[in-house]
């Protein structure tokens, strides 16, 4: 039993190795004539001892969160800038995005050069651009029935568009703007609905397939890296397109956009359809081929010695913090393609995910690094502590390694508590690591001098066996014969 107590690297008092503690005990208790009372009383001397030290069994932890397929945002007005065409219906309430709408007479207006033709529109386009290196599914729930007739009008119809643009602010006319459109259509002989993909630098529209009508139908618009092939799916029907980056490069702005049109049979009054609205409720962002990670946390005094979860560390120290970032989920580099993920990893301090004990710091003999090549040398927004963080790439699964100087804060004795947060740029999901870097201690170990704090001691008498006293402190067990 002793023996097994002994062999816990973590119920050591500080300055006592094992073979300290062993040959400490042994004298104390052999050396006084304790040898009936040996196991039983090496037992309670231990289980004492390690009650006063207040040093936890457990080893040191880290929580790591991860995800098979990694989800985006869900703060769509901060992940999307908005566009009005014509009128101005666009507005964002918590998951769903209007586009079109006749709710109030600002939300619709003529069409340039008509008097008849009526039209609310607007687009939402991602404020940074969207990786076309990797793959991802963007799925909503479409608001697209068109108006019904009355005896005023000729058509009506509501369209919802998904797609590419080349920039922030796209214009709808002359540029490189790919949209895959779910379009439904009512007129005096006919109702049609179809799905196409329409180029609008060109006016051209591409594999129109008709499909049933549906009032809420699901749409979702994926992207396969590896293939370089969209596909837009509405209901069970779907279209796909290919080459996606030989004509926007490696990356382009998400666009979602509609509108709700009609046609009157007469000028003048705009006859608008009584309430009529195109919206899209997200489901979901997500990138099913990233399960980032962020593993093996370590901290380096300045001379290079790792520090461990049981070590002392004091205010004013410079320590080297270490980690490794990487894509756990293998299909991010399946048949040969090692799909890329643009990251970024900052400290996080919250009240789930709590930094304490450190502050970074940064200058020409501590720098910031990634994979050993130094990418900063002060303290700015793309930092460790910046509100953007250091920019990293994953790529298949490969691991990159993020390095950044500290400096120790705090009280004497605090605890050393890592958070960190990695962070995927296009669609701004995250995963978040808290490691417990050192342990508190409130308590300063004596040297065994007497000349110092000894911090706690207990003392162990043992009258039946002899005048001798045990004395176990954090420094070191001792005994103590009355004569």
């Keep these: 039993m002793l023996s097994d107590l002994l062999s816990r690297e973590a119920i050591r ?12 005990v042994m004298k104390s208790l052999w050396g006084n004539g304790l040898r009936q009372g040996w196991g039983k009383i090496g037992r309670v001397a231990l289980a004492v001892l390690l009650a006063a030290a207040l040093v936890p069994v457990l080893p040191a932890s880290s929580f790591v969160q991860e995800a098979e397929a990694l989800e985006g945002t869900t703060k769509y007005e901060d992940f999307f800038s908005i566009i009005n065409y014509t009128g101005k219906p666009a507005n964002i309430t918590d998951n769903t995005l209007r586009v079109g709408s006749t709710f109030s007479r600002d939300h619709y207006d003529l069409l340039p050069g008509s008097a008849t033709y009526w039209d609310s529109s607007s687009g939402f386009v991602s404020k940074k651009p969207v990786s076309l290196l990797n793959s991802w599914i963007v799925r909503v729930k479409g608001q697209a029935s068109p108006p019904a007739l009355n005896s005023d009008l000729k058509s009506t119809k509501v369209n919802v ?28 002989s006919a109702w049609q609905t179809e799905l196409h993909l329409r180029n609008v630098e060109t006016n051209e529209v591409y594999d129109t397939l008709h499909v049933a009508s549906k009032d809420r139908p699901d749409i979702v618009l994926s992207y396969d890296a590896k293939t370089d092939i969209i596909t837009f799916i509405v209901n069970n029907d779907r279209i796909t397109g290919g080459n996606a980056r030989s004509v926007f490069g490696n990356s382009s702005w998400l666009f979602i956009g ?13 006859h608008a359809p009584y309430n009529a609205q195109t919206a899209v409720t997200f489901q979901s962002m997500s990138l099913p081929n990233l399960t980032p990670e962020i593993r093996d946390v370590k901290v380096y005094r300045a001379d290079g010695t790792e520090i461990g979860r049981d070590d002392v560390v004091e205010p004013g120290d410079r320590i080297r913090v270490e980690c490794a970032v990487r894509n756990a989920n293998t299909a991010a580099s399946a048949g040969g393609f090692n799909e890329q993920y643009p990251m970024h990893v900052k400290l996080a301090d919250e009240a789930a995910h709590p930094t304490r004990g450190l502050t970074p710091f940064a200058d020409g003999s501590h720098p910031i690094q990634v994979n050993g090549s130094t990418v900063a040398t002060s303290l700015n927004d793309n930092t460790i502590q910046g509100k953007n ?35 995927e740029d296009s669609f701004g999901g995250s995963v978040y690591s808290t490691v417990e870097l050192v342990d508190e201690r409130p308590l300063t170990p004596g040297d065994g001098t007497g000349s110092g704090e000894a911090g706690v001691a207990v003392f162990l008498f043992f009258p039946n066996f002899s005048s001798s006293f045990l004395i176990c402190f954090l420094s070191g067990i001792y005994s103590l014969t009355v004569h």
């Design 13 to 24: 008092p500080w300055g006592c190795g094992e073979s300290t503690i062993r040959s400490l």
């Design 389 to 423: 963080g250091v920019p990293v790439t994953l790529v298949g699964n490969n691991a990159t390694t993020v390095s950044w100087w500290a400096e120790v804060s705090g009280a004497q004795g605090g605890a050393v508590t890592l958070s960190q947060q990695l962070l």
């Design 161 to 188: 568009s998904l797609g590419f643009c080349t920039n922030g602010i796209p214009s709808l006319t002359n540029e490189k703007l790919w949209l895959w459109e779910y379009f439904s259509q009512i007129t005096e």
């Design 258 to 270: 509609g509108a709700v049109s009609w046609e009157t049979k007469t000028g003048g009054d705009p």
